[in-house]
């Protein structure tokens, strides 16, 4: 049984850091590109922020976190990170991790269709 556990979120200000963790089993990590998205309060859709492929050599940032957002991984873990500096109130959603075992490239990366697996989610809110 595939399981994608984020955990990391919570309460901050502007300009706060915070970082977000997904530790997977039951699939070969190292085998599937990974990615955050992110839904906000109130929004019926959820938004990709990055992408990062198997070997962690090529990542894709949403234009609204590059410079701030750094997602990495640690395939001998099991785990993705998302590194999230200079928080803004805009940042506040919950963020899901998400396993995709297909190659892609530019738009069709962005899809939430193309992901086999998904977390729970793991809330982060950010105050003014």
């Known amino acids: 049984q595939v399981q994608l556990d984020e955990s990391g979120g919570g309460s901050v200000q502007a300009g706060d850091s915070l970082s977000l963790s997904c530790a997977a089993s039951g699939l070969p990590f190292s085998r599937y590109d990974m990615a955050w998205f992110r839904q906000a309060p109130g929004k019926p859709d959820r938004e990709f922020v990055a992408?990062?492929?198997?070997?962690?050599?090529?990542?894709d940032y949403v234009d609204s976190v590059k410079g701030r957002f750094t997602i990495s991984r640690d395939n001998a873990k099991n785990t993705l990170y998302l590194q999230m500096n200079t928080l803004k109130p805009e940042d506040t959603a919950r963020y899901f991790c998400?396993?995709?075992?297909?190659?892609?490239?530019?738009?069709?990366?962005?899809?939430?269709?193309?992901?086999?697996?998904w977390g729970q989610g793991t809330l982060v809110t950010v105050s003014s």
């Open positions: 998400a396993a995709d075992r297909e190659y892609c490239a530019g738009d069709a990366c962005y899809s939430r269709s193309r992901y086999n697996y």
């Open positions: 992408r990062l492929n198997w070997s962690g050599g090529r990542a």
